[in-house]
């Protein structure tokens, strides 16, 4: 009884070591840097920098546009002022005939001489 109880021991010590051993394999296999989770996660990390630096030259670029925005908006509520000053000073004109009037015809130049005398 005591012979198989060894030989079952001996399995069984056997049988812990190559599941380790198959288990160490898959492990090393699963954090490979050029094939597993550790190549995933390499790469990951790479974009989450690109992603970074794209997001702070986003936000560059925005607060530069949002600058210009605000500069482009004050000079056109400048003009617009302008603009409604010129249209109510354009309601002292006198109003402009609907029909043209037709071209006046040539005349000949009238020469007039004054005498010397002052007036």
Known sequence: MEVVADILLVAGALGAGLYCFVL??????FADLENGVGAAVAVLS??????QTAL?????TAIHSGDSLDD??????????RL???VASMHDLPPVNSHPAS???PKSPVFSRHTGGAE
Request: positive net charge; aromatic residues 0%; hydrophobic residues 35%.
């Open 24 to 29: 160490s394999r898959r492990l090393t296999r």
């Open 46 to 51: 790479a974009q989450v920098t690109d992603l």
């Open 56 to 60: 702070e030259t986003a936000q560059k």
């Open 72 to 81: 482009l908006t004050h000079r056109a509520e400048d003009v617009a002022k």
């Open 84 to 86: 409604e000053l010129m």
């Open 103 to 105: 071209p006046p015809t």
